[in-house]
């Protein structure tokens, strides 16, 4: 929803209902969507109460319109539909103008007894309330949701953004990147600024960003885990140097890392870790520090934590960064430690660094990287002693669900071979297919 919305160029950002933060509902919100299947109990009829008591307009979507009918006060009734798809009249109303009937998909429609003040809006066939609103024209309720290649769903979008909430459909990324450094401005009136790079896609815009805002006040800064693939401490620091004019600091902490990670082999362990001493070493740099993703902390701004992947991406060309870098793969931020199981030793860590080398070039050479998400080695142990790699290649952008590439046998062949021949200590190679 927040995708289709932002679309419509309204901006419009996810907040989890159950963890409802306390000013999520005040400041410059003009309107509130509910959306998701409905059923959490407890917390979510908590948001959709919240909602309703906030003053703001109301919208609620598929199984989430019975957190707000309930909220309003009407009773359930029977199940009318369960996944099925029912003609729909619309009638009078803000949230439905321009539209008079269509096919609409209903995970499930309950029949309701609507209070005093609340009345149908959109009629499924048969006459049960496929939708319903408030007499105010703040609360809306819609048992069917919003879908792919769904026209009818974006204009009611559009109604509720526009017509309903009052915004004028003007959330552009020009208009963000202007708002966006004149917020960072007025947050470090004075002083050094330093932008902290980790390589990926988002530190990278976060630094042309810093730079923008700052000028000679912000610092490009580069801590060196010791912990990131081959070459690619140098190739950062060339890239911000000969296609971006701005100088990389690079510090490195890989001593202090390896300290800190000694006796960590679970995963958990090893990211909270890594994390904590990079913490750590950039507060020694200043206090004042920009950051391309992360969780909100004491130190850090984060521009980019309101973005998306692909407007990340458009941000990047709108301050003018080359393609190559805005097409860099996500890298975990404790690294290759957390490419390996048990600990990071630094055996582990060459043999992964020279595998996932050799397993990225081969996908380079063959002209793959542009279809693949990520691709990339992970190092697991063996039962006599020796070690493993697998090699995974993913093309979906969804880091969770995202499902294997059919790599080429041939390609595959060429890693393994240069991989067995170059280091003895591994004893197999295997791709993965499970997509994660």
């Known amino acids: 929803m927040s995708r289709k919305l932002r679309a419509l160029k309204s901006l419009a950002v996810v907040v989890d209902g159950g963890l409802l933060p306390p000013d999520a509902l005040t400041g410059d919100a003009c309107g509130v969507v509910l959306a998701g299947n409905g059923l959490l109990p407890g917390a979510a009829e908590t948001a959709a109460r919240e909602a309703l008591k906030s003053g703001l307009p109301v919208l609620a979507l598929g199984r989430s319109a019975r957190l707000l009918l309930l909220a309003l006060g009407a009773q359930p009734g029977a199940t009318r539909l369960e996944k099925a798809t029912a003609h729909v009249q619309f009638l009078n109303g803000p949230l439905f103008e321009g539209l008079s009937e269509a096919e609409r998909y209903f995970e499930r429609a309950e029949e309701w007894t609507l209070p005093e003040g609340v009345h149908v809006s959109a009629e499924g066939e048969g006459g049960f309330a496929a939708a319903a609103q408030n007499e105010a024209g703040t609360a809306f309720a819609a048992q069917f949701g919003v879908e792919s290649n769904d026209p009818d769903g974006m204009q009611m979008l559009k109604n509720f953004a526009e017509g309903v909430c009052g915004l004028n459909g003007e959330w552009t990324m020009p208009a963000f990147l202007d708002d966006c450094v004149t917020t960072l401005r007025a947050s470090c009136p004075e002083g050094e600024v330093i932008a902290a790079v980790s390589g990926g896609a ?39 140097e000969e296609e971006l004019g701005m100088p990389l600091h690079v510090k490195d902490i890989s001593s202090e890392v390896a300290v800190a990670l000694s006796g960590a082999a679970d995963t958990r362990e090893k990211h909270e870790r890594v994390v904590k001493t990079l913490r750590d070493a950039l507060l020694n740099e200043g206090r004042a520090i920009v950051r391309g993703a992360g969780q909100p902390g004491d130190f850090s701004l984060l521009p980019l934590n309101a973005l998306y992947r692909e407007e990340i991406r458009e941000l990047g060309e709108l301050l003018g960064l080359p393609p190559r870098l805005l097409s860099r793969q996500p890298f975990p931020e404790s690294g290759l430690a957390i490419r390996m199981s048990g600990e990071a030793t630094a055996e582990k860590l060459e043999l992964l660094r020279e595998s996932d080398a050799a397993f990225c070039e081969e996908i380079e050479t063959a002209g793959l990287d542009r279809k693949l998400h990520r691709y990339y080695a992970t190092l697991t142990g063996t039962d006599t002693g020796a070690y493993a790699v697998v090699l995974h290649a993913l093309v979906s952008p969804d880091t969770v669900s995202g499902y294997a590439f059919r790599l080429p046998y041939d390609v595959i062949e060429r890693a393994v071979m240069r991989i067995l021949k170059n280091l003895s200590a591994v004893e197999g190679v295997l791709y993965d297919v499970t997509g994660r």
């Open 202 to 240: 988002p530190s990278i815009v976060a630094a042309a960003l810093a730079s923008r805002a700052f000028g000679e006040r912000a610092r490009c800064v580069l801590m060196d885990t010791g912990l990131f693939r081959k070459g690619e401490v140098a190739c950062l620091r060339r890239a911000f």
